[in-house]
């Protein structure tokens, strides 16, 4: 099996989210970047896992600049095998999508993985995206990925419980959790990830659809309305009169 | 301006988060639905502003939804595609996006003004305005977030429509039913009790359960409950499992870390039950209860029943 996981740059969840230049871009400076978890945990996890236990190989693959060089070290020390970097600003999940498309139309892999949402743009938009720049089934939220033969099995959520899939040929796949579980990098993969390869491509000039303006924090609450733990009747009283929530 | 809505139906009846997005779609312009399966009438979608409704076979996948949908554009000549941000939408809504050459703006939480719309970045954590620089542009509705459409409208036409949709490429083996008790799938539900490792264990999730039953809500927990196993992976709320926006979001005996604020600081009110003043949560919340969760909880569920 041969998989290709898709991997984003994302600040690391306890960050503290601040803007620069007028509110258009989010401001980097102090801020620790990690591999987005979705892609991690359990995207990359989970082919790890079908590799060791059938053979073949997981290529890991970003759209960025040289500052993404060290979340890539990170999945190689995971255990990825081999890194590809497609060296353009990521600017929204349309080129990013068709960035990934042309470089893996060019490729013969057996499935991609990618995260179900990247913790910072939240869109879960680049799977479905690549799913149809390859014309390939895009099954998103999956809680499960095996395999039958050549069939692909999956648990995937869905609005009214879940469902087992089945799907033969390649495809796209969005990980959410219980798919796999996090897996802490040894010394050892530390160690091999520094010589594995890391291929830097050319971008193929794919351009966004969306632009972003403006951003915002969200307006600060207004504080805590505390009532007493013997009396929680005032709290139903509250909820209904003055929050009007129930 | 001239919409496309895609709608998702269930007995018949268009979803809420579908009927949200159909209010979306026809506060922009003038709204033709397109749906895949069955449809009771017009499905609920003239009180929703729509148009016209247009039919498609049942059963499609995924790529089978964006030819319909693609499809039903280039037949209106319509210039947005509006569906719900839920599991269908995020499955189909990029794969739209592709065909159409259009942008994608996904998860908006504001109703339309102008070009721009809002959407929520950093896991809840900021907002940010966007706007389509394409042709064409295909917007996702965060459920729950919008608001229902005003109503008032009659009822609407329904045309069948027929399109090239190429084959079916995705095999549903088995369909089960959600383990949620029938109550609302959590990233739809309105009212969400939810607790943590406060609860000391399994067993004692009854309070819990009582409690959730009184109010009407759906139960959820905190991550490191469902990774010890106390509670199902499908309970957990936070950034890592499932982001929720209810009306009503009742956390009992979990501290707040930044990591399950990721996923609930969408809730409208937040009502926080811990027996440390100092837990986080209560920074975040909107109301709060100082005590201890085996007390406090029966007696809460006293009072809702009392209603």
């Keep these: ?246 | 301006m001239k919409c496309i809505a895609f709608i998702q139906t269930k007995g018949g009846q268009a979803t809420k988060a579908s009927l949200e997005a159909a209010g979306f779609a026809s506060s922009m312009g003038e709204t033709v639905a397109v749906v895949s399966g069955e449809l009771n009438g017009d499905g609920g979608l003239g009180s929703a502003g729509v148009g016209r409704v247009l039919q498609g076979a049942p059963d499609l996948d995924d790529g089978q939804i964006a030819r319909l949908v693609s499809a039903a554009v280039e037949q209106e000549g319509a210039q947005v595609v509006v569906c719900a941000q839920d599991h269908l939408g995020k499955a189909v809504a990029g794969r739209i996006a592709v065909r159409l050459n259009a942008g994608l703006i996904a998860g908006v939480t504001e109703p339309p003004s102008g070009d721009h719309h809002t959407r929520n970045v950093f896991s809840g954590k900021a907002t940010a305005q966007l706007h389509g620089t394409t042709d064409r542009l295909v917007i996702t509705t965060t459920p729950n977030a919008i608001g229902m459409p005003e109503g008032g409208g009659g009822t609407t036409s329904v045309e069948a429509f027929e399109a090239d949709l190429g084959s079916r490429k995705v095999e549903v083996i088995e369909a089960a039913a959600p383990s949620t008790g029938g109550r609302a799938p959590l990233p739809e539900a309105e009212l969400v009790v939810s607790a943590g490792r406060g609860l000391k264990g399994p067993e004692n999730w009854g309070i819990i359960e009582d409690l959730a039953d009184a109010v009407g809500a759906t139960t959820a927990c905190s991550r490191p409950v469902s990774d010890i196993g106390w509670r199902p992976h499908h309970e957990h709320v936070g950034q890592t499992g499932i982001a929720i926006r209810p009306n009503l979001y009742i956390a009992i005996g979990i501290s707040g870390a930044i990591q399950h604020l990721a996923g609930v600081n969408g809730s409208k009110v937040i009502v926080v039950i811990n027996k440390d003043p100092e837990a986080p949560f209560f920074k975040a919340a909107d109301y709060g209860i100082v005590g201890d969760a085996f007390e406090v909880v029966p007696k809460l569920t006293a009072a809702f029943k009392a209603l």
């Design chain 1, 1 to 246: 099996m041969e998989f290709l996981v898709c991997i984003s740059k994302a600040p690391d969840t306890t960050t503290r989210i601040a803007f620069a230049e007028g509110d258009t871009r989010f401001n980097e400076e102090g801020v620790q970047f990690i591999v987005n978890p979705y892609d991690e945990w359990y995207a990359l996890v989970r082919a790890l896992e079908i590799v060791e236990a059938q053979g073949g190989k997981v290529v890991i693959a970003t759209v960025g600049g040289a500052d993404c060089d060290p979340i890539l070290r990170k999945a190689l020390a995971i255990g990825a095998h081999e890194a590809v970097r497609i060296d353009a600003q990521p600017e929204d999940a349309t080129q990013v999508a068709a960035e990934l498309a042309a470089y893996a139309k060019g490729q013969s892999f057996d499935a991609i993985l990618c995260g179900k949402e990247t913790i910072d743009h939240n869109s879960s938009a680049v799977p479905a995206m690549l799913a149809e720049h390859l014309d390939v089934p895009c099954i998103a939220l999956c809680t499960s990925l095996d395999y039958d033969g050549a069939k692909a099995i999956m648990m995937r959520e869905t609005a009214n419980g879940v469902e087992k899939i089945g799907v033969t040929g390649p495809f796209v796949l969005s990980a959410a959790k219980g798919m796999a579980e996090q897996r802490i990098p040894n010394m050892r993969g530390i160690m091999a990830a520094r010589t594995k390869p890391l291929q830097v491509l050319p971008a193929s000039g794919a351009t966004a659809g969306t632009r972003i303006e403006r951003f915002a924090l969200p307006p600060e609450k207004a504080g805590v309305k505390l009532v007493d733990a013997d009396n929680p009747s005032e709290l139903v009283r509250l909820l209904r009169e003055e929050a009007k929530v129930i």
